[in-house]
């Protein structure tokens, strides 16, 4: 990214400023270069009506030839040579047997071959297809290898953050159960049937009259693992169709569970990688209810 920056001359309305700054581009394109690429002062704003003073500085961020390219249906938040961590957005589906689907893996290797980069895109953890947060997706089968030869290894922090139905008591604890693949979903057993264990450490952020917001930390990395749980707990994850309440009527339309912290260490160069994304608004406006 290239960054243009511009000194505010006189008070007045952020939007109003951008508008007179780019007299050329329609009230539009203005907006959303405002919902992505606008700082005051270093700090990101989307606020349209964000009160400007007299010297204060605006920048925008320029995307370049590749940045361009870019897709829109999750966020790279990191590339190198041997992989991606990305952003997924709800709805859209990890991978995919069927090549008509729209995937994880299909939109990076459009943006791969349209950057003109000689690899292609290969899966290494999956998210569910209505769960958003980071992921992180190889450029070649050997570092997908690596990761997969030592996951637990190279992988020491991943989190979650889910809004739950209710009020969560204790605050904070454990869950620990074998799960079975049912017809349907995922079962779960308090005692062990000779399923997979799947163990879950969780801990309340926030509490509101209807719900709470509940940090998650998975010690095993088993299908639908936190919203089964969270259901074992009687605090299903809200707009769960499959796991939590028949007549769920939160005012949202997604599954409020997203992935937030992503750590591990490069299996190529070795180094450290931490990567956090914000908790979603629409489950910080259900903590306001």
Not at 113 to 135: K, N, P
Not at 198 to 207: F, G, L, R, S
Not at 234 to 259: E, F, I, T
């Given at each position: 990214?290239?960054?243009?920056e511009y000194?505010?001359?006189?008070?007045?309305?952020?939007?109003?400023?951008?508008?007179?700054?780019?007299?050329?581009?329609?009230?539009?394109?203005?907006?959303?270069m405002?919902?992505?690429?606008?700082?005051?002062?270093?700090?990101?704003?989307?606020?349209?009506?964000?009160?400007?003073?007299?010297?204060?500085?605006?920048?925008?961020?320029?995307?370049?030839?590749?940045?361009?390219?870019?897709?829109?249906?999750?966020?790279?938040?990191?590339?190198?040579?041997?992989?991606?961590?990305?952003?997924?957005?709800?709805?859209?589906?990890?991978?995919?047997?069927?090549p008509?689907?729209?995937t994880?893996?299909?939109?990076?290797?459009?943006?791969?071959?349209?950057?003109?980069?000689?690899?292609?895109?290969?899966?290494?953890?999956?998210?569910?297809?209505?769960?958003?947060?980071?992921?992180?997706?190889?450029?070649?089968?050997?570092?997908?290898?690596?990761?997969?030869?030592?996951w637990?290894?190279?992988?020491?922090?991943?989190?979650?953050?889910?809004?739950?139905?209710?009020?969560?008591?204790?605050?904070?604890?454990?869950?620990?159960?074998?799960?079975?693949?049912?017809?349907?979903?995922?079962?779960?057993?308090?005692?062990d049937?000779?399923?997979?264990?799947?163990?879950?450490?969780?801990e309340?952020?926030?509490?509101?009259?209807?719900?709470?917001?509940?940090?998650?930390?998975?010690?095993?990395?088993?299908?639908?693992?936190?919203?089964?749980?969270?259901?074992?707990?009687?605090?299903?994850v809200?707009?769960d169709?499959?796991?939590?309440?028949?007549?769920?009527?939160?005012?949202?339309?997604?599954?409020?569970?997203?992935?937030?912290?992503?750590?591990?260490?490069?299996?190529?160069?070795?180094?450290?990688?931490?990567?956090?994304?914000?908790?979603?608004?629409q489950?910080?406006?259900?903590?306001?209810?």
């Amino acid at each position: 990214m290239q960054k243009n920056e511009y000194i505010v001359a006189e008070p007045q309305e952020l939007l109003p400023f951008l508008m007179a700054t780019f007299a050329g581009s329609s009230k539009s394109k203005v907006k959303e270069m405002l919902a992505h690429n606008v700082y005051v002062d270093g700090r990101r704003t989307s606020q349209f009506n964000f009160p400007l003073q007299k010297g204060m500085k605006v920048s925008i961020d320029k995307p370049s030839a590749k940045d361009k390219l870019r897709p829109r249906d999750l966020d790279i938040v990191f590339e190198d040579q041997h992989l991606l961590v990305v952003n997924k957005h709800e709805g859209l589906l990890s991978n995919s047997r069927n090549p008509a689907d729209r995937t994880v893996i299909t939109v990076l290797n459009r943006y791969l071959e349209a950057s003109r980069q000689r690899c292609h895109a290969h899966i290494v953890h999956r998210l569910d297809r209505d769960t958003s947060g980071l992921m992180v997706v190889s450029k070649s089968k050997e570092v997908s290898r690596k990761f997969e030869e030592d996951w637990k290894g190279m992988v020491y922090d991943r989190r979650y953050v889910a809004v739950a139905w209710g009020r969560l008591e204790p605050p904070r604890g454990e869950v620990k159960s074998w799960f079975t693949d049912g017809e349907f979903c995922v079962l779960s057993s308090p005692v062990d049937n000779g399923g997979k264990l799947a163990v879950t450490h969780y801990e309340v952020k926030q509490t509101s009259r209807r719900y709470s917001l509940v940090e998650m930390k998975l010690d095993t990395g088993r299908r639908n693992q936190i919203r089964v749980h969270l259901r074992d707990l009687q605090h299903p994850v809200v707009h769960d169709p499959m796991y939590g309440y028949k007549d769920d009527a939160s005012p949202v339309s997604r599954l409020c569970l997203h992935a937030f912290r992503l750590c591990f260490r490069h299996p190529v160069t070795g180094k450290r990688h931490q990567f956090e994304t914000p908790v979603p608004s629409q489950f910080l406006k259900l903590l306001e209810l």
